[in-house]
Structure formats: C-alpha cells, structure tokens
C-alpha cells in the first residue's frame, strides 16, 4: 500500500496478559496501603515483642551534625530517619518504645544547670535518659567517617562488662551485614565485625545497649545508599530482627 499523504493513526490494543499483570499490581499496592502491617512485620505472627521496651538514642542532633559530606547532608539526619521507622516496626511488633529525641534537636537540655560543655551534657542527657527509661535494652544509632573513602561497612560497639552486651552487638551485626554488604567491590573494605568500645554510653549504661555504626559517610557508594529511603528502611528492618532474635535469646536461655 502506497501512502499518498495524510497521518496514519494506529490504535493497539494492549494483550489481556498485560491488563491482568496492571490489575494485579494495583491490587497488591492497593493492599499495602490499607493493610500496611502487611509490610516488613508481618514476617512475625502476632505481637513478637509485647511486652518489650526498647530506647532508640538517634546519635547527635540540633546543633551538632556529627558526620557529614560537605556540610550538607549529616549524620544526624539519617540516624533520625532509621530510628523513626525503627520505632514504627518495633511497635507494629508491639514493643514499647522510647526515643532520646525524637526531632532535630540535641539532648544537653536534660541536664539543666551543669557547668560543662553542651556536648558533655549531651552525652550525660542520653546516658541519664537511657538509665531512667526502664528499658529492656537501648541501640545507639550513628554514623561512620574515615579518611580513607575506600572503607564502607557496619559496626556495632558493645561494652564487654557485661554478656548480654556483647548476644545483642553478635544478633544485630549478624543481620545487618547482608544489607552492608551489597554491591561489593574489589577496592573496598566492607567492615562486619562486632568491637568492644570504650565510649561513655556504653560504660555508663546500666541496662544492655549498644552502638551500632551503620555506614560511611565518608564512602561514596555507601553514601549515596544511605540517601536512599528504601536503604534505610533495610537497615531499620535488620535491627528490628537483630534486637528480636536477641530477645528470644534471652527468653530461651
Ligand atoms: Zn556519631
């Protein structure tokens, strides 16, 4: 057929397969949405940790940034975001949880009248709140930096002074690993191993808690991972396993 001028209009008619698949994914989104427990907690039947309390310490805050790259993008924005949606699986588990700060703020207010420097109040505001919340265990959540960009990878901190410290670095680093470890590169050293730490929560703490170091800021590819909404999420998940597992741990033993 030769055409002599004038626009051809098509119209295709999309296959039954691809209108099924379209019906069923609207499906499975529309389920999510109305049923959200039907995400990451499901996993568990029930309330797994009814009858838990666990204190989330989201590392720095207001006026201290910890970590950053160029500034702009900090520490203590990603631990808050990793802790909130923490706090949301641990409660669609049903643990009662507790935060040091729940916004971008330091925690050096709950210490009034203390002639020390903010960041020294701070530090004794998590520890007093942490010892104060009648918690079962707390995690303290930060980030990584180094000079040499080349080191990505998790490590959770414990105080050897006590054994549970040390059952609850071993679940949580467990499950947090695989997420680390995505991506993998030759040039690179992915840290997954638990360290004893000599920091002031740790050794001031007198319920079991550690700190977990989530990521390098410093590394490029793990940076931009952290940026990742869905990347959080994935590390809020492994904790909330590796802090469950570290309570049916201690139930059985
Ligand atoms: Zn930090």
């Known amino acids: 057929m030769r055409l002599t001028g004038g626009k051809v209009k098509m119209i295709v008619f999309p296959s039954p397969l691809i209108i099924a698949a379209l ?39 207001g006026i201290d940034p910890g970590a950053h790259h160029n500034g702009s993008f900090t520490e203590k924005e990603i631990v808050l975001a990793v802790s909130l949606e923490l706090r949301r699986l641990l409660q669609q588990a049903g643990a009662e949880v507790t935060m040091t700060r729940e916004t971008d703020e330091d925690v050096s ?53 006590r054994p ?10 467990k499950n947090i690993n695989p997420v680390v470890a995505v991506n993998p590169r030759p040039d690179q050293y992915i840290h997954q191993e638990i360290k ?24 490029p590819d793990e940076r931009e991972l952290l940026r990742q909404d869905r990347y959080r999420q994935k590390l809020a998940q492994a904790l909330l396993i590796g802090i469950t597992e570290y309570i049916y741990g201690r139930k059985e033993s």
């Open 196 to 219: 004893e730490g000599d920091y002031l929560i740790l050794n001031r703490a007198t319920i079991p808690g550690v700190i977990v170091e989530m990521g390098f800021i410093t590394n």
């Open 109 to 161: 207010r709950h210490i009034p009248g203390d002639p020390s420097s903010r960041y020294q109040r701070d530090m004794s505001g998590r520890v007093k709140l942490i010892n104060e919340s009648g918690a079962d265990l707390f995690v303290s959540l930060h980030i990584n930096y180094f000079y040499d960009t080349s080191i990505r990878g998790a490590i959770v901190f414990y105080n050897n002074s």
């Open 164 to 173: 549970e410290n040390k059952l609850l670095a071993e679940a949580i680093q």
């Open 23 to 61: 019906l069923l994914g609207a499906a499975i989104l529309l389920w999510l949405q109305i049923f959200p427990a039907a995400r990451p907690a499901s996993i568990y039947y029930g309330y797994p940790l009814k009858g838990t309390r666990i204190m989330i310490d989201p590392g720095h805050g």
